[in-house]
């Protein structure tokens, strides 16, 4: 065998191995967990705070099922085309379909907002909670809830928490502030 038709077998192998090993390595391999997430946005001092929240709310996003997938991107769609009846469906088949899935939960929340649904909103958040603590998206939504509702020293406690879990959104720190000076608290 000539050493051109050997390197051309052999680059072929290779070719066919690493495509191998990229079917069977799970996608996100090497990627970092939700709590490795979470660890990094508390770190007051992470330059890149953006990128990690958005691979949150990525990770968030994830339900493990095509047709929960599939509910949450059509109930979202309906949420951007302000058509909040047929958004609270879909989210609302997605929370019969897949109770456990924190997300689909916090999507109905925004729907029932959109709608002036208060009440179902913060049942919704609640459970957003139950099922996922860390959601600082639901504590801020609460306490905006609960802010709107005269609940201030309520609401400064969800924002708090939020602010906890995520010390870089800016509308967090000027809520806690604002809500602090209003009930006699401690800003930060």
């Known amino acids: 065998m000539n050493m051109r038709i050997l390197k051309s077998s052999y680059n072929r192998v290779v070719t066919a191995a690493m495509a191998v090993c990229l079917i069977f390595v799970p996608l996100g391999a090497g990627a970092d967990t939700l709590d490795d997430l979470f660890a990094r946005l508390a770190d007051p001092g992470t330059a890149n705070w953006q990128t990690v929240e958005r691979d949150i709310e990525i990770q968030f996003g994830l339900s493990g ?29 997605l929370t019969d379909h897949a109770p456990d899935f924190a997300e689909g ?35 801020a939504g609460l306490g905006a809830l609960l802010e709107e509702q005269g609940r201030r020293e309520a609401a400064l406690a969800a924002f708090r928490e939020a602010l ?18 209003s009930t006699g608290g401690t800003p930060l």
């Open 105 to 139: 939960w916090n999507a109905r929340a925004a729907a029932y907002i959109m709608a002036g649904l208060h009440g179902p909103a913060m049942d919704d958040l609640r459970q957003v909670l139950v099922l996922e603590p860390r959601h600082f998206g639901a504590l």
């Open 65 to 93: 099922s095509a047709s929960a997938d599939l509910l949450l991107r059509r109930g979202e769609a309906a949420l951007e085309d302000q058509d909040i009846a047929a958004a609270i469906d879909h989210l609302t088949a």
């Open 164 to 181: 906890a879990i995520h010390p870089h959104r800016p509308e967090l720190q000027s809520a806690v502030v604002r809500l602090a000076r």
